[in-house]
Structures are given as structure tokens and as C-alpha cells.
Nanobody, 123 residues
Framework: QVQLVESGGGLVQAGRSLRLSCAAS????????MGWYRQAPGKQRELVAT???????NYADSVKGRFTISRDNAKNTAYLQMNSLKPEDTAVYYC?????????????????WGQGTQVTVSS
């Protein structure tokens, strides 16, 4: 199996920065696309940013120019650098990854999620 563990959340004032990390571990053959999602109270989970294994990125309009997603394939880790944070960025942030997992009879595709990390931005 594969585990995804997020870290780096916390309480921060508006305008400040935070950096989230997502470390993947387990029987990983290959980490494919990774992404960050968030869910605010009373709202649906939404896409924040994604990054392919080759480094191509995609962002929600609400975070373009403020957030940057990156990854270190050698460490099986993705990052989300969040700058100029706003109160509306307050949410639980989740990491997701599409993984080729080493199984008993070969590899298989798996989509995993982390447990989430709380980001709170005060005004």
C-alpha cells in the first residue's frame, strides 16, 4: 500500500506564507500526477493545483500567481508554496497522488489521499 502524509499547515496572518509538504511512502513503483485539494467548512472539496511526473502544472484560478506546486521525485514528495494568503484560503488541505504500486503479481494503479492539514488564515 501507499501512504501520503501532509505537513506544514497552521495559523497565519493574511498576506503571509506557508509551505505544505506531502510525502509518499510504501510499495511505490512510480508516482504519477500529484495534487493538492482543499475543503472549507460547508463547502465541497476543490482542486488547488496539480503537477505531473514531468513537472507540468495546473492551478485553480483563485490561487494562480500566489501558489506554486512543485515536487522532488527523488524524495517522493510534493510541495505547495502558498504566498499572499487570504482568509478565504482557510481550509483543510489534502494531498492526492496517482501511484503505480508494486503488487504481488506486478504493478497496479492506485489513487491515494492524505489525512489533510489545516490551514487557517486570519484577517
Amino acid at each position: 500500500q501507499v501512504q501520503l502524509v501532509e505537513s506544514g499547515g497552521g495559523l497565519v496572518q493574511a498576506g503571509r506564507s506557508l509551505r505544505l509538504s506531502c510525502a509518499a511512502s510504501g510499495n511505490i513503483f512510480k508516482l504519477n500526477a500529484m495534487g493538492w485539494y482543499r475543503q472549507a467548512p460547508g463547502k465541497q472539496r476543490e482542486l488547488v493545483a496539480t503537477i505531473t511526473n514531468g513537472g507540468s502544472t495546473n492551478y485553480a484560478d483563485s490561487v494562480k500567481g500566489r501558489f506554486t506546486i512543485s515536487r522532488d521525485n527523488a524524495k517522493n514528495t510534493a510541495y505547495l508554496q502558498m504566498n499572499s494568503l487570504k482568509p478565504e484560503d482557510t481550509a483543510v488541505y489534502y494531498c492526492s497522488a496517482d501511484v503505480s504500486v508494486i503488487g504481488t503479481w506486478g504493478t497496479y494503479a492506485y489513487n491515494g489521499w492524505g489525512q489533510g492539514t489545516q490551514v487557517t488564515v486570519s484577517s
